[in-house]
């Protein structure tokens, strides 16, 4: 069976784990034909073998996205019953003991979303969409992250900045997980997140989340991100960011987030993604006006 740029496969050796986007294919050193893989969900970019890699058949890509999009379409339901609850607490305790009822308008926090994979970009603001936020686009390799990011936070404004795309551990043997050299794209979030927090120092003011697949946490962490991935250098799925963004968006300014609330919301959850504690960028004001 032929192998070709744009099949959607599995990798043998893994025992078909993970489901990929053929994006190139190339002779190495060796002469050695080998795929370079996009994950399909997760935020990878892997090489193989050609031998490695299977083509799936369609009712194999069926099943993924039914399984896929059944549990996203279920979190999206959770999320909007939950804020709902939320909203009507807050306004509970806004009017308490005010006879006269007034409607309150809502300024969830703004998102920016810098990926670095058009696709998965475009798959997140619809996302975005769907859970009724205001978020904002930029379609930026990686490498090129670190030298616009203060030009579209000064163009977009954001609450809440999110920076990722794909990263992997590389090379083989044994990793060293604390040197900088054994991640993809690592050093382009960190200094990424370097200078944003050069442009806007609090942590509060400005929300970052950073990082992709198996991305250098600690650093992502240590360099200014209020959230990062991937704590256990394990693979992180498309979504991970946008819900992340949504809790920070509709949580109240007079509160912090809940981390373990947030964090676990998150399609991966603790082992994918982690943070610090961070204040809510959600606002109500008052009185809804009728114009």
Request: aromatic share 8%; proline share 3%.
């Amino acid at each position: 069976m032929t192998i070709a740029v744009g099949d959607l496969v599995v990798r043998k050796s893994h025992g078909g784990d993970i489901v990929f986007k053929i994006t190139d294919i190339y002779l190495d050193e060796a002469k050695q034909t080998h795929c370079v893989l996009k994950g399909l969900y997760m935020r990878l970019m892997a090489d193989a073998p050609i031998d490695d890699v299977e083509r799936i058949d369609a009712e194999h890509l069926r099943n993924e996205i039914i399984h896929m999009e059944e549990n996203i379409q279920d979190g999206l339901h959770q999320i909007l019953l939950r804020r709902g609850v939320e909203q009507e607490k807050t306004s509970h305790f806004l009017l308490r003991g005010d006879r006269k009822k007034y409607s309150f308008f809502n300024l969830p926090g703004k998102v920016l979303h810098v990926d670095g994979d058009e696709e998965y970009l475009k798959m997140c603001l619809k996302t975005y969409r769907q859970l009724n936020m205001e978020a904002v686009g930029e379609w930026i390799a990686e490498t090129d992250q670190p030298g616009r990011v203060i030009d579209i936070i000064k163009k977009h404004r954001p609450d809440i900045l999110i920076l990722t795309g794909h990263d992997a551990l590389t090379g083989n043997g044994k990793k060293d997980f604390s040197n900088m050299d054994s991640y993809r794209n690592s050093k382009y979030f960190v200094q990424s997140v370097i200078n944003a927090r050069n442009f806007c120092s609090s942590r509060d003011d400005l929300v970052i989340f950073a990082g992709a697949c198996q991305s250098y946490f600690e650093a992502i962490i240590a360099a200014g991100a209020n959230f990062a991935s991937s704590p256990m250098r394990i693979f992180i799925h498309a979504y991970d960011p946008v819900f992340i963004a949504e809790k920070v968006a509709f949580t109240s300014i007079n509160q912090a987030i809940d981390l373990n609330d947030t964090i676990t919301a998150a399609v991966t959850g603790v082992e994918g993604v982690g943070g610090i504690e961070t204040r809510g960028k959600f606002r109500l004001g008052l009185p809804k006006t009728p114009y």
